[in-house]
């Protein structure tokens, strides 16, 4: 059974930064895409940042090119997202899964909220 566990959320101002972390266990982590995820309240959820296995091929969201920054360590099953310059429109929850997303992944996430 595959488990996702985020961590790093937080309250910061407009222009902040944060970095959150997914570790995933239970699967074969090393060899799968894994994207960030992110649901507003009220809206639905949308992919932010993806990364091959390898991490050779990037994907963001085009209101997230050149703030946040996705990584991945396949030695410690954990993918990363480094976000800066936040805007009060990145607040949400935000969630690793696979690209595409498998419905029983989904782990609790990381509440990002972002204050004018």
């Known amino acids: 059974q595959v488990q996702s566990v985020e961590s790093g959320g937080g309250v910061v101002q407009a222009g902040g930064s944060l970095r959150l972390s997914c570790v995933v266990s239970?699967?074969?982590?090393?060899?799968?895409?894994i994207a960030w995820y992110r649901q507003a309240p009220g809206k639905e959820r949308e992919p932010v940042a993806a990364?091959?296995?390898?991490?050779?091929?990037?994907y963001y969201r085009a209101s997230v090119q050149g703030r946040f920054s996705i990584s991945r360590d396949n030695a410690k099953n954990t993918v990363f997202l480094q976000l800066s310059s936040l805007k009060p429109e990145d607040t949400a929850i935000y969630h690793c899964n696979l690209l595409p997303p498998v419905d029983d992944y989904w782990g609790w996430g990381a509440t990002v909220t972002v204050s004018p």
């Open positions: 990364i091959s296995w390898s991490g050779d091929h990037i």
């Open positions: 239970g699967g074969t982590f090393s060899t799968q895409s």
